[in-house]
């Protein structure tokens, strides 16, 4: 069955049908193979896998990745951010860091921070003699932290799917997070080193304090909304839709969305939205179908036959989804894969939670990758060049975010230690 239902998949996909579509044609050819097919079940999967509350998040924090970009929250960030370490050698990497940092409390979406950071940063950084396929390298990994760092879109997904604890989640990814920038600091030290790049004039401390309170309310709201979630005062669903309204009323609030950019930024995210959600959907038939199946059974008894090391079985299924991740998108990675790990996971006694953050890295460094990584393909656009060269620029940044994911795999306390704290 397992065969059946990756083979049908795959096959799907590379003759072109559309991800939703062959997750769905995948399930009914398990369900003709077990003899259980009815339409009825499809519909009532299909129904049910949209109708989440806490799916409910996505559209919200999709919404407030649109308003950021329109109502100058990114410029804000960014401008911020430059006046703290421009003038530093290599100084508008660190800026593309630490903005990504805080544009990664905002949005929740890889994609759309590095259009943001890609749209600001590249052509500032070209102008200023900084290596194109290095600059936009940095930008494709400094975007992914938008899926680590609260809030995250993946992690909703995961936690819908597997019945985990989004707050939870959401709150195990600080720490990583900051361990991934701190390595993308890190390197950036050395291959900056290689360019010889203007620097920015060091801003005095009135122009600093002048950048901090022009971005003062739109770093608020990271703030908010782990404070939010940490002392219980709201949900995630719920802080998606405080980050919306809040981040539109900060925009308006600047001056600079009108009234008529509003229904360009409803159409957008309702796009988006409506990609995501349909994939949910199929997911959950998927999901019903490879449970009825016992895959997942099937699969615990193949694993723990070559190991019942806890780390060990991690370092096999974090190879095999960084394989999976070159070939697959991230959100349909997270759906079809997380009801069939899942199960095998908790058998061996890994935390759940714990599982779903070295997913979501692992598949979020997918993204990165060639030939199928989609913020890979953002960064050529933004940048125009193509993909062979930002994947040379990407390379060192990709090296050291797989070895702090592998390093969080033999030290879970770097995880587990602060999610006591946090949540």
């Not at 401008?79 to 990664?104: E, K, N, P, Q, W």
């Not at 620097?199 to 939010?228: D, H, N, S, Y």
């Amino acid at each position: 069955m397992i065969w059946l239902f990756l083979g049908s998949l795959f096959f799907f996909l590379l003759i072109g049908v559309p991800i939703a579509i062959s997750m769905l044609l995948s399930a009914i050819a398990m369900m003709l193979a077990l003899g259980i097919f009815d339409t009825q079940i499809i519909a009532e999967n299909l129904i049910n896998g949209a109708n989440s509350f806490a799916l409910m998040a996505i559209p919200f924090f999709v919404l407030t990745g649109e308003i950021m970009n329109v109502g100058g929250i990114s410029q804000r960030i960014v401008d911020f951010a430059s006046s703290l370490v421009g003038h530093i050698r290599g100084g508008l990497g660190y800026v593309m860091i630490i903005s990504g940092v805080i544009f990664a409390g905002l949005s929740g979406s890889a994609v759309a921070d590095t259009a943001a950071l890609g749209a600001i940063l590249i052509p500032m950084m070209v102008a200023k003699g900084y290596n194109v396929n290095r600059s936009s390298g940095l930008v494709a990994a400094t975007g992914i932290l938008g899926t680590i760092i609260p809030p995250s879109i993946p992690m909703i997904l995961f936690g819908v799917i597997g019945g985990v604890s989004i707050t939870k989640l959401f709150m195990s990814g600080i720490v990583p997070g900051i361990l991934l920038a701190t390595g993308l600091i890190t390197v950036w030290y050395f291959v900056a080193k290689k360019d010889n790049a203007q620097t920015m004039p060091k801003a005095t401390k009135e122009e600093r304090w002048k950048a901090f309170k022009r971005a003062f309310w739109a770093l608020l709201l990271p703030l908010i909304i782990i404070v939010g979630l940490r002392g219980g005062i709201f949900t995630p669903t719920e802080a998606g839709v405080v980050s919306a309204v809040y981040a539109l009323i900060v925009s308006f609030g600047y001056r600079e969305m009108k009234p008529r950019d509003l229904l360009k930024v409803f159409i957008e995210a309702t796009k988006t939205t409506g990609v995501v959600m349909f994939l949910a959907a199929t997911a959950i038939v998927s999901g019903y179908v490879i449970t009825v199946a016992q895959v997942p059974l099937e699969l615990a008894e193949f694993l723990q036959g070559l190991t019942t090391n806890p780390t060990i079985l991690m370092i096999i299924i974090m190879i095999f989804l960084l394989l999976v991740g070159m070939v697959m998108d991230l959100t349909p990675a997270i759906l079809i894969f997380t009801p069939v790990l899942l199960p095998v996971i908790t058998q061996v006694g890994i935390d759940p939670v714990y599982f779903g953050l070295l997913v979501v890295i692992n598949l979020s460094i997918g993204l990165i990758t060639p030939p199928v990584g989609t913020v890979l393909y953002v960064g050529c656009g933004i940048s125009k060049i193509s993909l062979v060269e930002i994947s040379k620029g990407v390379l060192p940044f990709l090296i050291v975010e797989v070895i702090i994911l592998f390093l969080l795999v033999l030290f879970p306390e770097l995880v587990t230690v602060p999610l006591g704290w946090f949540a």
